[in-house]
């Protein structure tokens, strides 16, 4: 993406000297080795030290995950049904929200962008300590219901602000257009805005769900223990001595995060805003 | 353009019309129109996040909502002040977060640069980072276990190298008193995070400065000291912040790579709200009020930074 | 300080299965203002881009003086480039923007200073040193980029398509003050553009360049009057090719009653094609005179300001024309004689595109 023709037909540093590709080869080892004993264990029947490989391989790990008696199962569930809730609502709520800092200036917008960037960035434990207490009063607590409201602490504003940032690319005459064409406001929303959006609303989801899906605790704190979602259960698995259990379970864990970010790279595009919160999953 | 009146309502019709039509259905204000948009977000955000951190902070005081005779003093903050827990935590805190954040932005800095470069390459190497992004805390928790731990990967293979006779011969880097562990873990998760932020920043435009600057007789060390880093740096910045933030607040990690004492920030704001005797609430709360403070004021840094960017949302 | 003389032989450079630049020979007199000028995609930018060491050429060489600068990687080159965006250092001021090449020469800070004042002076930008880059308007920018080249007294001055990004109004104002700055340093000047007007205003001489090789250089005269090719005349605007034989030195067209006597040397016996440029026919007279002069058939006429583009058929060939608009008046229909002057035509043999 170089603007003038003359440093495009030129290389600034040439790609192929050894150092280079030596440097490059230690980053990827360095990214995947600390993957390399999760993907064994989840295989391993038995392995103990000082073995380099596994004494013996097994399913049990993997036959765990289908098992209705380890609680997986009924946790992928309750993850799911909960990550999809929190995206979708985040999604809902920040809209108008992104709409109106993505468009427009006005006083005030500062204060707007610290109170939408503050929950995504300050822990979630700092404010769920706070609202347990009203959360068992108003029978929130140890319910589903409850850790999605939770859940929509770091999610909200953080769709508002992707939505934000595509809204600030937002062509507006676009939505002129249609409505002097004679489009009114929900067919100019429909027909219009929504399908230019589509992109940055996938990816304001996309997060909003990932964030929920790795969420350990708000959903412990507020869930009481009776919530259980993929993250309690893997905090105890780490806790036990089973470690089979735990690296399967990991296996588990990290498969709908990695097909969901493999299949929108095109999406994370540098512009996006979503970069921020990235750092937090 | 014709205009025509229609005979019944002495309403104007015709293209100019329609325009006028549409002009008066918005008829709210733009201010007023701005409020109702940010009101669900806001509403969202006040009630929870300001209500809760509020809560925190009321409670910390004494305040106990539907309990009759709470009397309120700055007891928990002023024991906060002499605890010995507390203080080694801030330590440990500043030293994981300061440490974390400091070696994955020198290495997100050499990470970019060296990709950046690549030709063909670039584009699954990009992709292997995002996928790190994949991996909740949480399993890169896991991961450090399996593979730092006395009984863990690295362990054996020195065993293997001959170095060492038996696991207590490797040293002991998981739950330590010094967070190797749980840095490295960080490390691991932030570097990649890091390192896609620089290399957006690096797209837009950095390699025809440096032709420029290269034209000017700039040698490739000049480049990178005058043109490169200087470039990087607000990008840069902006993600420490966030980074810090991030590890400095995390729980999983560091209960899990960690130590009960000393310990982060919020693994001993959770030890006191789990405690059974209710004294140690407000302690609680007023740790989880001071997470709040110092994270906000990262915000309000992070915002400050990047606010120099031109064009950019947040 | 004696001006360089530049020499390219042979020049190739080809990018996946394209050949931007391919066997480009071309010669630039010491101290001369060359535009280098082709439609986009001919090679001209990828040209430069070799001038200055940002690209390896595959083949050819590239003399300054008659010493080969190959070697030399563009840092060390005494090359100076100007982009067609301005490429200031966005966390440098305009002071430090325009010091920044004999800083890292490792020039003094005195000395710098004196340098870059006298410079802001020589672009009319006196007194700006202090501001920041995003606080100046366009024009000012690429002052500031030019100072920044010149301050170095490189021996060759590079220019991309530096004004393109520039209303009309500054563009002539930078074009002007490019040549001032030229004429009091005598540095070898190549500037690049796809603008065919600007080339000829601004330029001593043009190299003309279309799919990556040289297909023409003279001067702005010449390719008006005498292009070197037929696609050079196409470039500038010719539309008016008239097919036929040369014998005897008399042209004579294949579907029309044209003869032309024509005296341009090279040209051999044989199929030839005619150009002549629409403004250089004149339309007057109802006699036919051999060897110029002929009778025609008004189809078109219209009014486009200065002239009046009229459209005459002569058996089965049509010419345009631009006839003066204070000249006699035209009408559809009627005949008209058509005068070819033959010092206006180019004829080239078909042999030689």
New interface residues.
Partial sequence: MTSSAVTSSGVVGSPGTVGRRLGVAVLIAGALLPLVPLLVWAFAGQWRYPALTPQQLSLRGIGLLTDPRSQIPQALLTSTLIATTVAALAVLIGYPAGRAVGLYRFRGRRAVQFLLLAPVIVPGLAAAVGLQVFFIRYHLADSATGVVLVQLIPTVPYAAIVLAAAFANLDTDYERQARALGAGSLRVLLFVTLPLMRPALLLAGLFAFLISWSEYVLTLLIGGGQVTTLPLLLFAAISSSDTTAAAALSLLIIGPPLLLILASTRLLSTRSGAVIGMGRL | MTRTLTPATGEPSGPAALSRRSRTRRSLPQPVRICLLLAPALAVVGVFFLGGVGQALAQSFGYQPYLPGSHLSTDAYSSLWTDPAVRSSLLLTAWVAVLSTALAAVLAVVAALLIRGLGRGRGWTTGLFQANLAVPHLVGALCMLLLLSQGGLLSRLAHAAGLTATPAAFPAITNDRFGVAIIAEYVWKETPFLTVLLLAALSHGAADLEAAARVLGARARQRLRHVTLPLLAPTLAGGSILVFAFTAGSYEVPYLLGRPYPATLPVVALQYYKDTDLTSRPQAMAVAVLIAVLSGLAVAGYLLVVSRLSRRVL | MTATAITLTGLG?T?GDTA?VQHLSLELAAGSFTALLGPSGCGK??T??ML????TPDTGDIHFDGVSILELP????P???V???P?L???LSVADNVG??M???GMGRRERSRQIAEMLDRVHLAGLGERRV?QLSGGQEQRIALA??LV?QPKVLLL??PFSQLDTALRTQMRALLRQLHDDSDITTVFVTHDQAEAVEVADTIALMLAGTLAGHGTPESFYTRPDTLAAARFFGVRNEIGGRVSDGRFIATNSTIHVDTDIPGVSDGDAILVIRPEAIHLGGTRSVPGTQTLGRVVAARFAGTHLVVDVEIGNQQLRVHHPAAGRPVTIGENIGVELPPEACTVFSITTP
């Fill in positions: 450079k990018f931007a930018s990828t430069l881009s200055a060491g940002l690209t563009a840092e060390r080159r090359v100076g480039l982009f067609q965006k490429l250092f966005p966390h920044f090449g800083r890292m020469r995003g920044r080249a170095l991309d398509e």
